[in-house]
C-alpha cells in the first residue's frame, strides 16, 4: 500500500508570504481520540499520514498550529481545523 500524498495543511497564497517571516511554529495532528499522530515545528514539515511507521486511518483528522508573525509583534497566533486523510 502507497502512503497517502501529502499536501500541507497551512497551504495556501497567504502562507507563502508568511513562510519565511513565521517564527516559533508548532503544528499538532490529533485522531478522533485525541491522540497526537504528528507533531511538526516547521512551516516546510508536512504530515505523510503515518502514526508509529504505520498508515494512518482513513478519516478526518484535527489539527491546531501557534506561530508567530513579525507584523503582529509578540503575540502567538492560534489556528485549528480539520483535515480529511484520503487514499
Known amino acids: 500500500r502507497r502512503p497517502p ?3 500541507p ?3 495556501s497564497a497567504a502562507s507563502d508570504v508568511y513562510k519565511r517571516q513565521v517564527s516559533d511554529f508548532e503544528i499538532n495532528i490529533f485522531n478522533r481520540w485525541g ?3 504528528f507533531k511538526g515545528s516547521a512551516v516546510s514539515q508536512v504530515w505523510d499520514g ?3 511507521g504505520s498508515l494512518s486511518q ?3 483528522y484535527a489539527w491546531k498550529a501557534k506561530f508567530k ?3 503582529y509583534g509578540d503575540q ?3 489556528k485549528s481545523g480539520h ?3 484520503l487514499r
Open 58 to 60: 482513513i478519516g478526518v
Open 69 to 71: 508573525v513579525p507584523c
Open 83 to 85: 483535515v480529511s486523510l
Open 9 to 11: 495543511l497551512y497551504s
Open 5 to 7: 500524498r501529502s499536501t
Open 76 to 78: 502567538v497566533i492560534e
Open 35 to 37: 491522540e497526537k499522530v
Open 50 to 52: 503515518t502514526f508509529n
